[in-house]
C-alpha cells in the first residue's frame, strides 16, 4: 500500500494499493499506447475502518491533496507530473469522503484546457485555479472570474459570511532576481469586485506554509530563506499570525 494523504486533523488515510497491471478505462481507443490507465484502487481510513472509493492512475498522488475544513472533500492535482510513463487522466480529481467516491474535478473547459487548483474554500464552495491567469471558481453557479491582477501559484482562498477573495503572495528581489541578495514578500488581497489588489503587509523571506482560521479572520504563516536552491543568509525563517480585512 502506498499512503497518498493524511487529512489536516489526521482521522481520515487515503491509500493506494496497486493494480496487478494497469487496467485500460472504459471507451479509450485501442492502440493508444500511452494513454491513460488505472493504475491502483483508492482507499479511505477513517475511525478502524476502510473503504474502497475507486480506481485511480499513476498521476495520483503526485501533488499533496487539498482537503475542506470539515474534510468530507479533498481535491487532488492529476496533471503535470512528470516521467509518467502514462498519459496523467485528469486535471484534478475530487475524492468525497462522505459518499465514498472518487472522480474527476467537474469544471467546465475546452478540450486539452489544462487547469491547476491552487486552494479550496474552508467549506468546498469556491477553488482558486490557474489556467493562463489565475481566476476563482464558484462550485455551485459553475461562474468563473478572472483576477487580472495576480499571476501566481501561491495563494489562499479566504471567506465569510459576506464575500470570498483571494490572498496572494508577490516576491520582490533586490536589487534583481537574476542578482538577488534579498527577497521580501508582498502579501495582498483581492475579491472579484475590486478592480487591483490592496498590500496587507510585507515580510522577509517568502511565504511558505500557510492555513487559515476556521472563522477565515487569521493567516497563519511560515517563511523560508530559500528560492531555486539559493539561500538569503540575512533572512531569518519565521512563524506569522495576520489578522486578515
Not at 59 to 75: P, Q
Not at 177 to 186: P, S
Not at 191 to 201: A, C, F, H, I, T
Amino acid at each position: 500500500a502506498v499512503i497518498f494523504s493524511t487529512s489536516p486533523s489526521g482521522r481520515t488515510i487515503l491509500f493506494g494499493m496497486p493494480l496487478p497491471e494497469p487496467l485500460t478505462p472504459d471507451g479509450q481507443p485501442a492502440g493508444d499506447g500511452d494513454g491513460p490507465r488505472f493504475t491502483s484502487e483508492l482507499w479511505l481510513h477513517r475511525d478502524g475502518t476502510a473503504h474502497m472509493l475507486g480506481l485511480v492512475d499513476a498521476c495520483f498522488g503526485f501533488f499533496d491533496a487539498l482537503w475542506t475544513l470539515d474534510e468530507h472533500m479533498a481535491i487532488v492535482n492529476g496533471s503535470g507530473v512528470p516521467d509518467m510513463p502514462y498519459k496523467c487522466m485528469y486535471n484534478a480529481w475530487l475524492v468525497n469522503a462522505e459518499n465514498l467516491t472518487v472522480g474527476p474535478l467537474a469544471v467546465p473547459r475546452q478540450e486539452d484546457d489544462r487547469f491547476t487548483v491552487l486552494d479550496v474554500s474552508a467549506d468546498g464552495g469556491h477553488l482558486a485555479l490557474r489556467r493562463d491567469v489565475n481566476t476563482l471558481y464558484d462550485v455551485a453557479t459553475q461562474q468563473e472570474t478572472a483576477l487580472a491582477h495576480v499571476d501566481t501559484n501561491r495563494v489562499s482562498i479566504v471567506s465569510n459570511s459576506e464575500k470570498v477573495g483571494l490572498v496572494f503572495y508577490e516576491a520582490v528581489f533586490s536589487p534583481s532576481i537574476l542578482h538577488a541578495t534579498g527577497v521580501v514578500d508582498e502579501i495582498q488581497y483581492i475579491n472579484p469586485v475590486m478592480s487591483e489588489g490592496v498590500q496587507l503587509g510585507s515580510v522577509e523571506g517568502l511565504v511558505d506554509q500557510r492555513v487559515l482560521s476556521p472563522d477565515g479572520a487569521y493567516l497563519a504563516f511560515t517563511t523560508t530563506n530559500t528560492f531555486s536552491g539559493q539561500a538569503f543568509e540575512d533572512v531569518t525563517p519565521a512563524l506569522w499570525l495576520m489578522k486578515l480585512p
